[in-house]
Protein backbone atom coordinates (compact mmCIF):
# COMPACT_ATOMS: atom_id res chain seq x y z
CA UNK A 1 0.00 0.00 0.00
CA UNK A 2 1.36 3.33 -0.77
CA UNK A 3 0.32 5.11 2.36
CA UNK A 4 2.73 7.70 2.22
CA UNK A 5 0.47 9.13 -0.82
CA UNK A 6 -2.75 9.21 1.34
CA UNK A 7 -3.40 12.48 2.66
CA UNK A 8 -2.96 13.94 -0.25
CA UNK A 9 -6.14 14.47 -1.41
CA UNK A 10 -8.65 12.64 -3.84
CA UNK A 11 -6.30 11.17 -6.43
CA UNK A 12 -3.91 10.26 -3.27
CA UNK A 13 -6.58 8.41 -2.24
CA UNK A 14 -8.07 6.25 -5.02
CA UNK A 15 -4.08 5.34 -5.57
CA UNK A 16 -3.34 4.12 -1.71
CA UNK A 17 -6.42 2.05 -2.14
CA UNK A 18 -5.86 0.18 -5.32
CA UNK A 19 -5.66 -2.93 -3.58
CA UNK A 20 -7.96 -1.82 -0.52
CA UNK A 21 -5.12 -4.28 1.07
CA UNK A 22 -1.96 -4.62 2.00
CA UNK A 23 0.34 -7.70 1.66
CA UNK A 24 -1.10 -10.74 -0.01
CA UNK A 25 -1.03 -14.50 1.88
CA UNK A 26 -0.68 -17.14 -1.10
CA UNK A 27 -3.64 -18.93 -1.52
CA UNK A 28 -3.49 -20.90 -4.71
CA UNK A 29 -5.93 -21.61 -7.27
CA UNK A 30 -6.49 -24.91 -6.63
CA UNK A 31 -7.16 -24.06 -2.76
CA UNK A 32 -10.09 -23.03 -4.17
CA UNK A 33 -10.89 -24.84 -7.11
CA UNK A 34 -10.38 -28.67 -5.41
CA UNK A 35 -13.20 -27.70 -3.68
CA UNK A 36 -15.81 -27.78 -6.56
CA UNK A 37 -18.37 -28.12 -6.34
CA UNK A 38 -18.76 -27.51 -3.02
CA UNK A 39 -20.81 -29.84 -0.90
CA UNK A 40 -23.77 -27.14 -0.47
CA UNK A 41 -24.08 -25.35 -3.76
CA UNK A 42 -24.94 -21.60 -3.47
CA UNK A 43 -26.07 -18.98 -6.10
CA UNK A 44 -21.87 -18.24 -6.53
CA UNK A 45 -21.42 -21.78 -7.23
CA UNK A 46 -24.19 -22.21 -10.00
CA UNK A 47 -23.18 -18.66 -11.40
CA UNK A 48 -19.67 -19.56 -12.47
CA UNK A 49 -19.54 -19.02 -15.88
CA UNK A 50 -16.39 -19.31 -17.54
CA UNK A 51 -12.56 -19.71 -16.44
CA UNK A 52 -9.77 -17.58 -18.39
CA UNK A 53 -6.90 -18.14 -19.49
CA UNK A 54 -5.22 -16.44 -16.36
CA UNK A 55 -6.92 -18.75 -14.04
CA UNK A 56 -9.72 -16.59 -12.93
CA UNK A 57 -13.27 -17.78 -12.99
CA UNK A 58 -15.96 -15.25 -14.30
CA UNK A 59 -19.00 -14.80 -12.11
CA UNK A 60 -21.78 -15.28 -13.81
CA UNK A 61 -24.23 -13.30 -10.99
CA UNK A 62 -22.59 -9.77 -11.03
CA UNK A 63 -25.82 -7.98 -9.58
CA UNK A 64 -26.33 -10.02 -6.58
CA UNK A 65 -25.61 -9.00 -3.51
CA UNK A 66 -24.24 -12.27 -2.86
CA UNK A 67 -21.38 -11.77 -5.66
CA UNK A 68 -18.13 -13.53 -4.66
CA UNK A 69 -14.65 -11.32 -6.30
CA UNK A 70 -12.09 -12.05 -5.31
CA UNK A 71 -8.31 -12.94 -6.34
CA UNK A 72 -10.08 -15.93 -8.15
CA UNK A 73 -12.97 -14.73 -8.81
CA UNK A 74 -13.81 -11.89 -11.43
CA UNK A 75 -16.34 -9.48 -12.31
CA UNK A 76 -16.66 -9.40 -16.35
CA UNK A 77 -14.98 -7.46 -17.85
CA UNK A 78 -16.23 -3.58 -18.42
CA UNK A 79 -18.79 -4.57 -15.69
CA UNK A 80 -20.35 -1.08 -14.51
CA UNK A 81 -23.81 -1.85 -11.90
CA UNK A 82 -26.97 -1.35 -13.01
CA UNK A 83 -27.16 1.91 -10.92
CA UNK A 84 -25.33 3.96 -8.43
CA UNK A 85 -26.37 6.30 -6.29
CA UNK A 86 -23.90 8.99 -4.25
CA UNK A 87 -23.76 8.30 -0.74
CA UNK A 88 -24.89 10.56 1.65
CA UNK A 89 -22.52 10.44 4.15
CA UNK A 90 -19.30 12.74 4.59
CA UNK A 91 -16.43 11.08 3.22
CA UNK A 92 -13.01 12.05 4.24
CA UNK A 93 -11.93 13.70 0.76
CA UNK A 94 -14.72 15.81 0.95
CA UNK A 95 -15.61 15.85 -2.69
CA UNK A 96 -18.23 13.56 -4.48
CA UNK A 97 -16.89 11.39 -7.24
CA UNK A 98 -17.46 7.62 -8.30
CA UNK A 99 -15.60 6.88 -5.02
CA UNK A 100 -18.69 8.17 -2.93
CA UNK A 101 -21.04 6.12 -4.50
CA UNK A 102 -22.42 2.72 -3.85
CA UNK A 103 -25.33 0.69 -5.46
CA UNK A 104 -28.66 2.41 -3.59
CA UNK A 105 -29.23 -0.87 -2.00
CA UNK A 106 -25.72 -0.79 -0.24
CA UNK A 107 -25.78 3.19 -0.38
CA UNK A 108 -28.90 3.45 1.95
CA UNK A 109 -28.17 0.82 4.69
CA UNK A 110 -24.85 2.67 5.04
CA UNK A 111 -26.58 6.08 6.14
CA UNK A 112 -28.72 4.29 8.03
CA UNK A 113 -25.81 2.43 10.19
CA UNK A 114 -23.56 5.70 10.10
CA UNK A 115 -26.78 7.46 11.63
CA UNK A 116 -27.44 4.55 14.07
CA UNK A 117 -23.33 4.79 15.12
CA UNK A 118 -23.29 8.83 15.73
CA UNK A 119 -26.37 8.12 18.13
CA UNK A 120 -23.88 5.81 20.03
CA UNK A 121 -21.21 8.48 19.85
CA UNK A 122 -19.15 7.35 16.67
CA UNK A 123 -18.71 9.53 14.25
CA UNK A 124 -17.78 7.48 10.94
CA UNK A 125 -16.78 8.74 7.48
CA UNK A 126 -16.16 7.30 4.36
CA UNK A 127 -13.02 6.51 2.89
CA UNK A 128 -13.12 4.82 -0.44
CA UNK A 129 -16.53 3.00 -2.08
CA UNK A 130 -17.10 2.50 -6.07
CA UNK A 131 -14.37 2.16 -8.39
CA UNK A 132 -15.19 1.58 -11.83
CA UNK A 133 -13.15 -1.25 -14.06
CA UNK A 134 -11.64 1.37 -16.13
CA UNK A 135 -10.50 3.27 -13.15
CA UNK A 136 -8.88 -0.22 -11.76
CA UNK A 137 -7.98 -1.42 -15.37
CA UNK A 138 -5.86 2.33 -15.49
CA UNK A 139 -4.96 2.15 -12.02
CA UNK A 140 -3.50 -1.75 -12.09
CA UNK A 141 -1.88 -1.02 -15.88
CA UNK A 142 0.17 2.15 -14.01
CA UNK A 143 1.46 -0.16 -11.35
CA UNK A 144 2.88 -3.32 -13.72
CA UNK A 145 4.50 -0.55 -15.76
CA UNK A 146 5.85 0.51 -12.84
CA UNK A 147 6.54 -2.41 -10.95
CA UNK A 148 5.62 -5.32 -13.00
CA UNK A 149 3.28 -7.53 -12.35
CA UNK A 150 4.32 -9.98 -10.11
CA UNK A 151 5.12 -7.01 -7.53
CA UNK A 152 1.90 -5.20 -8.48
CA UNK A 153 -0.15 -7.62 -7.70
CA UNK A 154 1.26 -7.31 -4.17
CA UNK A 155 -0.53 -4.05 -3.35
CA UNK A 156 -2.95 -3.51 -6.43
CA UNK A 157 -6.08 -6.19 -7.73
CA UNK A 158 -6.21 -7.20 -10.74
CA UNK A 159 -9.07 -5.29 -12.97
CA UNK A 160 -12.46 -7.15 -12.43
CA UNK A 161 -10.70 -8.70 -9.30
CA UNK A 162 -11.40 -5.73 -6.37
CA UNK A 163 -14.27 -5.71 -4.46
CA UNK A 164 -14.87 -1.60 -5.01
CA UNK A 165 -16.23 -2.61 -8.60
CA UNK A 166 -19.16 -4.45 -7.69
CA UNK A 167 -20.56 -0.82 -5.82
CA UNK A 168 -21.48 -3.33 -2.77
CA UNK A 169 -17.95 -2.59 -0.83
CA UNK A 170 -16.60 0.62 1.43
CA UNK A 171 -14.18 1.86 3.50
CA UNK A 172 -15.14 3.54 6.23
CA UNK A 173 -13.02 5.43 8.93
CA UNK A 174 -13.64 7.78 11.89
CA UNK A 175 -14.83 11.29 10.74
CA UNK A 176 -11.08 12.86 11.42
CA UNK A 177 -9.56 10.21 8.73
CA UNK A 178 -7.24 9.02 11.08
CA UNK A 179 -5.97 5.26 10.60
CA UNK A 180 -7.98 5.56 7.37
CA UNK A 181 -7.57 1.59 5.64
CA UNK A 182 -4.38 1.44 7.94
CA UNK A 183 -4.27 -1.64 10.75
CA UNK A 184 -4.15 0.84 13.17
CA UNK A 185 -7.26 1.40 12.81
CA UNK A 186 -8.32 -1.78 14.44
CA UNK A 187 -7.58 -0.61 17.73
CA UNK A 188 -10.24 1.90 17.30
CA UNK A 189 -13.60 3.07 18.83
CA UNK A 190 -14.98 3.38 15.31
CA UNK A 191 -13.69 0.23 14.09
CA UNK A 192 -14.50 -1.84 17.58
CA UNK A 193 -18.38 -0.42 17.32
CA UNK A 194 -18.04 -1.87 13.47
CA UNK A 195 -17.62 -4.79 14.20
CA UNK A 196 -20.15 -5.19 16.90
CA UNK A 197 -22.94 -3.85 14.84
CA UNK A 198 -22.43 -3.82 11.12
CA UNK A 199 -24.40 -6.85 10.67
CA UNK A 200 -27.48 -5.40 11.85
CA UNK A 201 -27.47 -3.14 8.99
CA UNK A 202 -26.48 -5.80 6.25
CA UNK A 203 -22.21 -5.53 6.23
CA UNK A 204 -19.64 -7.57 6.66
CA UNK A 205 -15.83 -6.76 7.75
CA UNK A 206 -15.12 -8.56 4.30
CA UNK A 207 -11.42 -9.60 5.27
CA UNK A 208 -11.53 -10.96 9.03
CA UNK A 209 -8.63 -11.36 11.40
CA UNK A 210 -7.71 -14.97 11.04
CA UNK A 211 -9.16 -15.67 7.75
CA UNK A 212 -6.15 -13.95 5.52
CA UNK A 213 -5.30 -18.20 3.75
CA UNK A 214 -9.35 -17.97 3.01
CA UNK A 215 -10.08 -14.66 1.81
CA UNK A 216 -6.36 -14.20 -0.26
CA UNK A 217 -6.27 -11.02 2.08
CA UNK A 218 -4.70 -9.41 5.65
CA UNK A 219 -7.27 -8.56 8.36
CA UNK A 220 -8.62 -5.01 7.09
CA UNK A 221 -11.19 -3.81 10.09
CA UNK A 222 -12.47 -0.97 7.59
CA UNK A 223 -13.43 -2.82 4.62
CA UNK A 224 -16.99 -3.27 4.25
CA UNK A 225 -19.19 -4.99 2.04
CA UNK A 226 -22.97 -5.47 1.38
CA UNK A 227 -24.69 -8.95 1.47
CA UNK A 228 -27.89 -8.20 3.14
CA UNK A 229 -28.95 -8.40 6.62
CA UNK A 230 -29.71 -12.40 6.83
CA UNK A 231 -26.33 -13.02 5.08
CA UNK A 232 -24.45 -10.65 7.41
CA UNK A 233 -25.88 -11.87 10.64
CA UNK A 234 -25.19 -15.80 9.88
CA UNK A 235 -21.16 -14.82 8.48
CA UNK A 236 -20.83 -12.87 11.83
CA UNK A 237 -22.42 -14.86 13.81
CA UNK A 238 -20.71 -17.71 13.15
CA UNK A 239 -16.87 -15.95 12.39
CA UNK A 240 -17.22 -17.07 8.69
CA UNK A 241 -15.70 -15.64 5.36
CA UNK A 242 -17.73 -14.94 2.19
CA UNK A 243 -15.84 -17.34 0.67
CA UNK A 244 -16.73 -20.34 3.55
CA UNK A 245 -20.53 -19.01 3.58
CA UNK A 246 -20.74 -19.42 0.27
CA UNK A 247 -19.14 -22.99 0.37
CA UNK A 248 -16.12 -22.17 -2.01
CA UNK A 249 -13.61 -23.47 0.18
CA UNK A 250 -13.79 -26.36 3.13
CA UNK A 251 -15.27 -25.20 6.63
CA UNK A 252 -14.22 -28.00 8.33
CA UNK A 253 -11.13 -26.47 9.51
ZN1 LIG B 1 -11.66 -1.69 0.54
Known sequence: MKANMFYAGVIAVFLSLAACSGTVHQIKPTDVQKNKPAAQTSPAV??????????????????????????????????????????????????????????PVAAKALEIMFAAAKKDGVQLAGVSAYRSYKSQTTLFNTYVRED???????????????????????DVSGINGQYAATPAFATTAEAAWLAAHAAEYGFIIRYPKG???????????????YVGPAAAKEITEKGLALEEYLGKVSVTH
Do not use: C
Request: proline share 5%; no cysteine.
Open 46 to 103: KTVSSLSHKGLYTVANPDSTLVLVNKYFKLPDNYVPKQLVSVNVPFITGEKSELTEMR
Open 148 to 170: GEKKALTYSARPGTSEHETGLAV
Open 211 to 225: KESVTGYEYEAWHLR
